[in-house]
């Protein structure tokens, strides 16, 4: 058990000592068994090319942060805020951010291959050219985010909200957004083939040039004429 660790610079020290000594379990530990009542402030702090896997790192203040180039894989991070964090060329494989805030946050380049970010606020935040796989949004506010370049394949965004987002030049095929408000969003030169839009409200989105092929858009309710034309 580790005992007299305080909030501040004194619980960055133990953490960065837990992970230049491989130990990352004792700040796990220490999460579970007295960390938890801490307000840990992370905020624009430095955690860049770190290896933070499988850590704790729920209810933790990591706006403005930088977490580039780290590895988050397998990590915990319910209720985290990571607003306006730089979260880029990081890897997060089977990391769960739900519940989180992450407005503004930059996931550019990064992998989040099945990720869950069920129930989080991503707000503005960027995902361009980030790999995607399987990723879990279900239930999140994407709001004008940047999903650009981006391969979400059989990724799961049921009931989410799609405002004004960018998925221009992105890989969808096989996602399913079963439930989702899409409005004012672009899909331009995106492939969703074999995708599920079912029970979508879709409004003023621009599909143009996109690989439509085999979606399925029963029940839904669209303006974009292209989509009209599968039914």
Known sequence: MVENILD????YNFLLKCV?????????EWRDEEGFKANIDFSRRNFS?????????SDINFTGANLSHS?????KMFQTVLNGANISYATLTKTQISSSEAINTSFRNSRLNQTKFFGSNLESSDFSQAEM???DLQNTNLSKANFYKSNLFKAKLQNSRVIQTN???AKLDAINMRGAEISNSTFAHSSLKGSILSN????DTDFFEAHLHDIDITESSYTYPQLASLV
């Not at 090319?49 to 790192?57: D, T, V, W």
């Not at 590895?71 to 990590?75: G, M, P, Q, V």
């Not at 979508?200 to 409004?203: G, N």
Request: aromatic share 10%.
């Open 8 to 11: 501040g610079d004194e619980v």
């Open 20 to 28: 230049e000594r491989s130990e990352i379990f004792k700040w796990n």
């Open 49 to 57: 090319n770190i290896f933070l896997e499988k850590a704790n790192l």
């Open 71 to 75: 590895n988050l894989s397998e990590t």
């Open 133 to 135: 796989i399987s990723v």
């Open 167 to 169: 998925f221009n030049s």
């Open 200 to 203: 979508t409200l879709i409004k």
